[in-house]
Each structure stands twice: as structure tokens, then as C-alpha cells.
């Protein structure tokens, strides 16, 4: 009988937990796993739930329809009728394993009864102490205490961070990885892509995926290119993500005057054909977990300009330059453009393969305890 799994998060948005989720969920062995995502609301247009869908991984979500009324009711009644959603979906779906990778644990805290015998799992996706906010952290705190929650750390750092945050000792590491070889390997020549998205061929393509939100600094990546512009005429910045602050960052190009140098897209499938047609990505995070995208960047062997704010495992090139968010944005531009810059000190990108990963995450969906 196959071992059923929930991956929990709040929705297949276009982010890098999100991109984990999907590929927990289609990596893992499905002779011997029946994954189902479960998330709060559907995002049925993002390059995620497609990609999902198109491995044929069940998605089911708590409200239907996102829409001002279903988010009025989580609002205002989701303390009862959440609860009493999931309890319905546990009893008729019996899931073995529940591997939340999104702050929703507090949406089970009501369960623990209907959450006995069923192992819990927690990947934490960005730093500690942003992640697990007040509500989030008592309820994982209690989930831990009363039901054998175990936490998921993507890195070293975090895991001490994790163990010392929760008052745990058995945090385990699984690292964000990626398929290699699907970034590796050119799928298309750069000049097609280029072509597709309506940039010249010659442009010098300055890229960065990510949210548009706060953490990511988009405001001071359009500084940065600007500045890069300035020296190089053929300079094109790429945007691809979605997000709360896209809007207001369209505002900010316009008012900058580069829009007809700035393409933007989003919910794209097509992530390693837009690495490789990129010269060089721009990624000044105010913090991250250990970023997805920049594992799938340095894969395709893109140099990559990074915030130093970013944990250092995150380093996997010796073109992974971290750069200090105090330098201004003409520094940041003169390193990105000289290719000459170095990091010594990186570690190993075949430690990010998704295929080696998984395989340590199907032992926690057995019940192993070690790593």
C-alpha cells in the first residue's frame, strides 16, 4: 500500500517554497507515495499549479475560489471553519505523512487528536525568525511537543538556528535541490529565447526571478541597472516573478524612464531557457532561506551578484559574488560587469541534486529518524 503525503502550503504560487513543494511532490516515487498539495487557495494560473498539473500531482484547496467573500470568511470565521475543512479532508483521505512547507501549521493546532499517528514533517524556506511569526511559532512549538512534529532545515545554518529557535535536537538537513541537468543542459539556443521574449539578440541581459515584494529589494536592483545602463548601451534588465509590489515597481520603471529597456514576465515554465539567455543575474535579497533560483542560476552556470545578507551556503560558484548591501548601486554595477571578480570560497553544486534529495525525504516519509 503506497505511503500518502500532504504537501501543505498556502498556495502554488510563483516562489521558491512553492517550487519545492511541487517537486517534492512529483520527485518522490510513486510506487511507493501518493502525494496530494494542499494548499488554502487555488492559483490556477501560476507557472507552478501548471506544472503541477501537467505531472498529474493532485492540488485540493480549502476555499474554492479566491475572491474578496472566501477571503472575508478566512478572516473572520477561518479559526472554526478551517479546522473543521481539514479534519473532513483527513478523515477521508487518511494521509500518513503531513509535510507543511508554508506558515499553516497553526490551521492544525484544533487537530492533534485526528493528527495522531500521522508523521509530521516542517520545512522552514526562509530565515527563522521571519518565517515562524507569534501564531505560527506557539503552533509549532505545541506540534512538536504533542504530536512529534519534525523540522527541515535547508541548510547547516538553519538547522542549529532551528534547534536552538524550537528548543529541538533532531532537525534534519534537506537541501532545495534542483535537477541538474535540467539546467545544465541548453534546451534552446539563447538567440530563440531572446527572440520569443522580444529582446535583441545583442543585448547585454541583466536578470533577476524572484517576487515582486519587499525581502527581494527590486527598488534597489533598478538603481543597480540603471547604473549598469549608463555603461552599457545594450543593456536589458529581465524581470520574471509575480507579486504584491509588481505594480508598484512598473510605477517606479516608468518613472525612472528605462521601461523600454525592462521586460517583465510572469508565471513562466520556461525558467532554464531565460537562465541561459541571461548574461548576468542581479540578486540583492534583504534575506533569504537558501534561494531556489539561485541554485537553478549557478546549475546553468550564470554569474550571479548577490547580497552578502545571504546565507553564505548559498555560495556555490566561484561566480557567486556576494556584495555588500552598504555599497551604493554604481559598485554593485561595476562588479557585475567585470567577469574578472572571483569567490573563493563556494561550496559544491552536485550537492544540490533533487534526485539524491529526495531520496533522504523519502526515508523521513518512512519514519527514519536519521539522516
Known amino acids: 500500500m503506497k505511503t500518502k503525503v500532504w504537501q501543505v502550503i498556502w498556495g502554488l504560487k510563483d516562489g521558491g517554497a512553492e517550487v519545492l513543494a511541487r517537486e517534492y511532490a512529483r520527485l518522490v516515487n510513486k510506487q511507493s507515495f501518493d502525494t496530494t498539495i494542499v494548499t488554502m487557495y487555488p492559483f490556477e494560473n501560476t507557472a507552478n499549479y501548471l506544472r503541477a498539473k501537467e505531472a498529474q500531482i493532485k492540488v485540493v484547496s480549502i476555499f474554492k475560489k479566491r475572491n474578496t467573500v472566501t477571503r472575508a470568511v478566512r478572516v473572520l470565521f477561518g479559526k472554526w471553519y478551517v479546522p473543521i475543512v481539514l479534519k473532513r479532508m483527513i478523515k477521508n483521505d487518511g494521509p500518513d505523512v503531513i509535510h507543511f512547507n508554508s506558515p499553516m501549521a497553526y490551521c492544525f493546532t484544533p487537530l492533534k487528536k485526528q493528527l495522531s499517528g500521522i508523521n509530521l514533517l516542517y520545512t522552514c524556506h526562509s530565515e527563522v525568525n521571519k518565517h515562524f511569526y507569534d501564531k505560527e511559532k506557539k503552533a509549532v512549538d505545541e506540534l512538536i511537543r504533542d504530536n512529534n512534529l519534525r523540522l527541515i532545515a535547508l541548510h ?4 542549529k538556528e532551528l534547534n536552538s529557535f524550537f528548543s529541538t535536537e533532531d532537525t534534519v538537513v534537506i537541501r532545495n535541490g534542483v535537477e541538474l541537468t535540467r539546467f545544465r543542459d541548453k534546451l534552446s539556443d539563447r538567440n530563440i529565447t531572446r527572440k520569443n521574449i522580444n529582446i535583441a539578440q545583442n543585448a547585454y541581459i541583466i536578470g533577476h526571478i524572484g517576487r515582486f515584494s519587499k525581502e527581494k529589494n527590486h527598488e534597489f536592483l533598478l538603481q543597480v541597472f540603471k547604473e549598469i545602463a549608463s555603461r552599457k548601451q545594450n543593456a536589458h534588465l529581465l524581470l520574471v516573478g509575480n507579486g504584491e509590489l509588481k505594480d508598484q515597481i512598473v510605477q517606479r520603471i516608468e518613472q525612472m524612464q528605462i521601461k523600454d529597456r525592462v521586460t517583465i514576465l510572469s508565471h513562466r515554465t520556461d525558467i532554464p531557457e531565460l537562465l541561459h539567455a541571461m548574461d548576468v543575474m542581479v540578486f540583492p535579497s534583504f534575506f533569504e532561506g537558501l534561494s531556489v533560483t539561485l541554485v537553478e542560476a549557478q546549475a546553468a552556470g550564470l554569474r550571479c551578484v548577490i547580497s552578502d545578507t545571504i546565507n553564505p551556503a548559498n555560495y556555490l560558484s566561484e561566480n557567486t559574488i556576494p556584495v ?8 554593485w554595477a561595476e562588479i557585475a560587469l567585470d567577469s574578472t571578480v572571483k569567490n573563493m570560497d563556494y561550496g559544491n553544486i552536485d550537492d ?16 527514519k529518524t536519521d539522516e
Open 156 to 159: 547547516e545554518d538553519m538547522k
Open 352 to 367: 544540490y541534486d533533487m534526485n539524491k534529495e529526495i531520496r533522504k525525504l523519502e526515508s523521513l516519509y518512512y519514519g
Open 324 to 331: 555588500s548591501l552598504e555599497k551604493d548601486a554604481a559598485i
